[in-house]
């Protein structure tokens, strides 16, 4: 399951069952070669203007933030053969990335897209901030790369009217020349002039009205995609260093278990195989002691793997799925910590005479990314080198640092290409592991997780249950909301306060209830756990879209309806974040998604249409689902989503990312569940953790509302209303209620 770059042709079912859009894997094969340079290419050159700008911190980022040792911490590039060259600080790991920044940037200064070049930047954890998740890099960097296009457009206009001797006013920019009149010069050509003049200051230079906008705003083709259709991209398993050694690692399987013993004779009787040796367990990076195989080639090291004896201590057979699940309901049938607390539901609940009330689960769940886990480290004497395919390479310096005994001043992190990312490449256990293996055979190595290894020894979205109530007063009216969630918590995992994130997308309930009450309460697991695609949004969401629709039944009114009447009549703030939730881009959405879902109309025979709409990373979704069951077979024939996420800087890249996410949360709905039994992880491939399949995706359209608004995320909204959708659509083709995920008909 290492083939990441398998591609069928154009026109093929890779793009059959998403509408509206020019699937960017169907494009030509002609621009990634020519649109990512590397890090060498960037620095050598003539004379160049070159524009260091500050990228601001992400939100999550700022609190722990140290003083930058040199502010400037992105780059922009134009040589005098008209190329313009961004370094990127963020990860490509499938969001597009290194699409839109550089579109952004292109179109404040007003360059030929197709003279943009792309490199990712090496680690610097005193300057970058290149930690990517959260769906956040296009909402912190949309303003500042528009800056640093607009002053290289100033700086090139002001030489063009120094060499020309006229005035600013007088000259007109487009595509990468400078025109006053008859006379025109290319960005190359002053690039050597522009250089010498000062770099405007970025916080007051002029940025182009959006009705100027050229490349904002439209569909762009992703320019790393022809170099993964035809094998050109450099993933993680792609790295090659000269005189590299390949590793895997036999892990502890047990939670809480360490190395016994281990024979490793038969495994060094394999033909290349070089060593065998043991590392220990680094606790704060939550690695497992294990014993790595060492050996010229993957599959050498494979086979010495199955052929070690390795015995293990400390095994806790009590640690079960089962065990779990039993505290969790135990811990839902009392009272949980207040975090939300409005009127008083509790008392308006018991005294209605119309209640409703159901409990709703879901289990652990892996990311099952496409690429594996990987990581290549050459440990030096004096330093190290790191090529890693991840989401947080500022913090590898650090990590490797504790693990080796080195300097983090002496560690260079290099980023490439990742095979999916979802949260889990946040981890960098696999890092440190790599670390140690080269500490200790004295060479570069790249350790490789097996897809099995991927699925047991991952950080996993939290197992979770819910126990919810709400009333309806004597003209249906819902009055009263009480919310209990208990799971286990991420940040007594990673350490803080256990309500951390499993409360998103519920603290934050945007609807207008007079009672409204929040209990919170953290169940005690030794199962690692860890942010997952839309972290609780995904399971949040589920509970309250369904819930929402179980209360729009209990109330005989139609469930779209029901959501527009929730929705207050003004912006509000219910949990003091920024921006507000505006309930009118919400009701758009809505009706938008019903209209072009049908919904309303009579489903085919046999079917049924099912309703969802969230708010989550400051993007509103809604989605509707129609689906038919037959003899307690689900298919889920098609899905309308409709996104608000304000301006869409790439509305191919935001469509592609709704569609992802669909299919993403679909698979999790359908199939997703990691259990634990006598303290190990039971699931191994997926033949036992399946992903939807392609003639399992439904077909899928997007609707992207733009507006003037700010750009808000994409990566994840687009997953959490999807499961809810489907299963709010099989209540109303069956009369079954879904509570538990993942979904199993009767």
């Known amino acids: 399951m290492w083939n990441l770059r398998s591609h069928p042709p154009s026109g093929s079912s890779c793009c059959r069952n998403h509408k509206g859009r020019t699937d960017a894997c169907c494009e030509r094969r002609t621009r990634m070669s020519a649109n990512v340079v590397t890090r060498r290419d960037f620095i050598r050159g003539g004379a160049a203007l070159v524009i260091g700008f500050s990228l601001p911190l992400d939100v999550a980022c700022q609190k722990e933030a140290k003083p930058m040792a040199n502010p400037l911490n992105a780059w922009l590039k134009i040589a005098p053969d008209n190329s313009v060259t961004l370094m990127l600080a963020k990860c490509e790991i499938g969001q597009g990335i290194m699409t839109t ?5 292109a179109d404040e200064a ?11 930047a090496d680690t610097n954890p005193d300057t970058y901030d290149m930690s990517t998740g959260g769906s956040g890099s296009t909402i912190g960097q949309f303003t500042p790369m528009r800056q640093a296009g607009a002053a290289a457009r100033q700086m090139l206009i002001s030489a063009a009217a120094q060499h020309w001797n006229v005035s600013r006013e007088s000259c007109r920019t487009a595509k990468g020349i400078v025109y006053s009149g008859s006379q025109k010069a290319t960005y190359g050509q002053l690039a050597e002039a522009a250089s010498k003049l000062p770099i405007p200051d970025l916080k007051s230079v002029p940025l182009k009205d959006p009705k100027e906008f050229i490349y904002i705003g439209k569909p762009v083709p992703r320019v790393e995609i022809p170099s993964k259709c035809d094998g050109s991209a450099q993933f993680g398993l792609d790295v090659h260093v000269a005189g590299m050694v390949r590793a895997v690692i036999a892990r502890c399987p047990y939670y809480g278990g360490k190395l016994k013993n281990f024979d490793a004779a038969k495994a060094k009787a394999v033909p290349g195989v070089i060593d065998v040796i043991s590392i220990p367990e680094v606790s704060n990076a939550h690695t497992r002691a294990g014993v790595a195989v060492v050996a010229e080639n993957t599959w050498a090291a494979i086979r010495g793997r199955d052929a ?15 065990a779990l699940r039993q505290r969790m309901v135990a811990l839902a049938n009392n009272p949980g910590k207040v975090l939300r607390n409005e009127g008083n539901a509790t008392d308006v609940i018991a005294k209605s005479a119309k209640k409703v009330e159901a409990d709703y689960e879901m289990p652990f769940l892996a990311h099952a990314t496409m690429e594996p886990m990987n990581c290549t480290v050459h440990v030096r004497s004096d330093g190290a080198e790191v090529w890693a395919p991840t989401q947080s390479p500022e913090w590898i310096a650090g990590a490797v640092a504790q693990a080796t005994g080195l300097s983090s ?3 260079v992190g290099h980023t490439v290409l990742s095979g999916g990312g979802f949260g889990r490449r946040y981890q ?3 890092a440190v592991e790599a670390a140690l293996v080269s500490k200790a055979i004295g060479k570069a190595v790249q350790v490789v997780w097996t897809r099995e290894d991927d699925m047991r020894f991952d950080f996993y979205r939290p197992a979770n249950y819910h126990k919810m109530a709400g009333a309806l007063d004597e003209n249906n009216r819902l009055i009263a909301w009480h919310h209990r969630i208990v799971s286990t918590s991420i940040r007594d995992f990673w350490g803080g306060k256990s309500e951390g994130q499993e409360i998103e997308g519920a ?3 945007p609807y207008a209830i007079p009672n409204i009450q929040l209990e919170y309460a953290a169940a005690a697991t030794s199962v690692p756990r860890a942010w997952w695609r839309s972290v609780a949004n995904s399971f949040n969401g589920f509970v309250v879209q369904s819930f929402v629709d179980e209360l729009a039944h209990a109330a005989k009114q139609d469930p779209v309806q029901f959501r527009l009447a929730l929705l207050p009549d003004r912006e509000v703030n219910p949990n003091s974040k920024e921006p507000e939730f505006d309930p009118h881009r919400m009701r758009a959405v809505i009706q938008e998604a019903a209209t072009r879902g049908d919904w309303g109309k009579p489903a085919p025979k046999g079917g049924a249409r099912g309703f969802a709409a969230h708010y989550s990373f400051d993007t509103y979704v809604a989605q509707l689902a129609e689906v038919s069951v037959n003899n307690g077979n689900l298919q889920v024939h098609r899905v309308t989503c409709v996104v608000d996420c304000g301006r869409a800087v790439n509305p191919d890249g935001v469509k592609a990312q709704m569609e992802g996410g ?3 949360g679909l698979a999790a709905a359908l199939y997703g569940e990691i259990t634990v039994k006598d303290g190990a992880v039971e699931q191994g491939n997926f033949d036992d953790y399946p992903i939807a399949r392609i003639f399992e995706s439904p077909e899928t359209e997007v609707f992207v509302l733009t507006n003037d608004n700010r750009p808000t995320g994409c990566g994840e909204p687009g997953v959490p209303p999807i499961a809810p959708a489907v299963t709010n659509a099989i209540f109303a083709a069956t009369g079954q209620r879904v509570r538990k995920l993942p979904i199993r008909l009767t």
């Not at 920044?101 to 940037?105: F, R």
């Not at 007003?110 to 990712?120: A, F, P």
């Not at 070690?308 to 089962?322: F, M, Q, R």
């Open 662 to 664: 669909i299919v993403f």
């Open 110 to 120: 007003d360059v030929d897209w197709n003279l943009v070049r792309v490199i990712h």
């Open 507 to 509: 603290i934050d309930l």
């Open 308 to 322: 070690l004896v390795v015995n293990w201590d400390g095994a806790k057979p009590e640690d079960t799925s089962d």
């Open 101 to 105: 920044l550089p579109m952004i940037l």
């Open 409 to 411: 001043k002496s560690i």
């Open 428 to 430: 960098l256990d696999f």
